[in-house]
Nanobody, 121 residues
Framework: QVQLVESGGALVQPGGSLRLSCVAS??????MAWFRQAPGKEREFVAA??????QPRYTDSVKGRYTLSRDKNTVYLQMNSLKPEDTAVYYC??????????????????WGQGTQVTVSS
């Protein structure tokens, strides 16, 4: 049984920073990723990483502001220069998608419960 536990969500002012963490337990997982879902919107890909030595990939809207890193089965999402449009529930995911499907939620087998990030003044 694989479990993903996220932490780090909070209310932050525009321009601020947050660091999300996700710890996976149960077995080694190849790809770990973050998705987010804002109210009334579909869940969208944020970032993914295959191993601690691989290059992460990001959705365009967070490039240059977010940094994804990995230490074994723990991933960290450092979020800087946060904007109100970053407000969402952030979900950690894990699975074995191939490279061309890493941005598709359907290819991830395991999900965390989500952590709320609110960017507001």
């Amino acid at each position: 049984q694989v479990q993903l536990v996220e932490s780090g969500g909070a209310l932050v002012q525009p321009g601020g920073s947050l660091r999300l963490s996700c710890v996976a337990s149960g077995r080694n997982l190849r790809t770990m990723a973050w998705f987010r879902q804002a109210p009334g919107k579909e869940r969208e890909f944020v970032a993914a990483i295959r191993s601690s030595s691989s290059q992460p990939r990001y959705t365009d809207s967070v490039k240059g502001r977010y940094t994804l890193s990995r230490d074994k089965n723990t991933v960290y999402l450092q979020m800087n220069s946060l904007k109100p449009e970053d407000t969402a529930v952030y979900y950690c995911a894990a699975g074995t998608p191939i490279l061309t499907t890493e941005e598709m939620a359907a290819y991830y087998n395991y999900w965390g419960q989500g952590t709320q990030v609110t960017v507001s003044s």
